[in-house]
């Protein structure tokens, strides 16, 4: 086997994870795929189980790499209490995860294994629970509720981001049959940023709302 084997396990365990969602994907196809032996996969990651979940950790990090200075900027404005700056940052937290699930920065296959385990959860879903979309959705949360000044209280607030988010999975999800309904020959900057406009109105309208 070679040396990077493991990885391309995984790379492999992706594209038919995406392809036939956890339980139509075998172990036989991942290895199969990867030009590896059946067993490689019990080694390195102790069976299907276990590679499905190391696949949606690889999803989590990927993610949290992308956002770390994000995260960053949520902290500073949090612990000012700035209701104007989190107004900005609640905007960039939503072009974050509308690129990231929409666009080009994580993979075909890792948005393809998101989704799945999104709308159809298997035993594994806190892994992605847990470790990306809570803590996501309760900055927001905190965010609409500081941008609002306070006039929209903790839990309206996790009310109301609970379908915004959800949104910025469904476009994913169905972005061929959107781009067919608008009539959009492509899938590029232009048509991103339609999408990402439309998800700012609703910030404003939530915030602005309450005023």
Same mark, same amino acid.
Request: aromatic fraction near 16%; glycine fraction near 6%; include cysteine.
């Given at each position: 086997?070679?040396?990077?084997?493991?990885? &391309?396990l995984?790379?492999?365990?992706?594209?038919?994870?995406?392809?036939s969602?956890?339980?139509?994907?075998t172990?036989?196809?991942?290895?199969?795929?990867a030009?590896?032996?059946?067993?490689?996969?019990?080694?390195?990651? $102790?069976?299907?189980k276990?590679?499905?979940?190391?696949?949606?950790?690889?999803i989590?990090?990927?993610?949290?790499?992308e956002?770390?200075?994000?995260?960053? %900027?949520?902290?500073?404005?949090?612990?000012?209490?700035?209701?104007?700056?989190a107004?900005?940052?609640?905007?960039k937290f939503?072009?974050?995860f509308?690129?990231?699930?929409c666009?080009?920065?994580?993979? *075909?296959?890792?948005?393809?294994?998101f989704?799945? %385990?999104?709308?159809?959860?298997?035993?594994d879903?806190s892994?992605?629970?847990?470790g990306?979309?809570?803590?996501?959705?309760?900055k927001?949360a905190?965010?609409?509720?500081l941008?609002? $000044?306070g006039?929209?209280?903790?839990k309206?607030?996790?009310?109301?981001m =609970?379908? =915004?988010?959800? *949104?910025?999975f469904?476009?994913?999800?169905? *972005? &061929?049959?959107i781009?067919? =309904?608008m009539?959009?020959n492509t899938?590029?900057?232009?048509?991103?940023?339609?999408?990402?406009?439309?998800?700012?109105?609703?910030?404003?309208f939530?915030i602005d709302?309450?005023?």
């Amino acid at each position: 086997m070679k040396k990077d084997s493991k990885n &391309e396990l995984l790379d492999s365990a992706f594209r038919e994870f995406a392809k036939s969602g956890f339980f139509g994907a075998t172990t036989r196809d991942i290895a199969g795929r990867a030009g590896a032996n059946i067993s490689s996969i019990l080694y390195y990651f $102790g069976g299907k189980k276990g590679i499905y979940a190391a696949a949606l950790e690889s999803i989590v990090e990927a993610v949290n790499k992308e956002t770390v200075e994000l995260v960053v %900027e949520y902290d500073r404005v949090m612990a000012d209490k700035n209701s104007a700056e989190a107004r900005d940052v609640l905007k960039k937290f939503t072009k974050a995860f509308l690129y990231l699930s929409c666009g080009e920065t994580l993979s *075909q296959d890792m948005k393809a294994v998101f989704l799945s %385990e999104y709308f159809k959860p298997t035993d594994d879903f806190s892994i992605l629970y847990e470790g990306l979309i809570l803590p996501f959705y309760k900055k927001m949360a905190a965010l609409l509720e500081l941008a609002s $000044g306070g006039k929209i209280s903790t839990k309206d607030a996790y009310l109301y981001m =609970f379908p =915004f988010f959800a *949104q910025m999975f469904v476009f994913s999800s169905r *972005q &061929e049959s959107i781009c067919k =309904f608008m009539e959009w020959n492509t899938y590029a900057e232009p048509e991103k940023q339609k999408l990402l406009d439309y998800m700012f109105h609703q910030v404003d309208f939530l915030i602005d709302g309450w005023k």
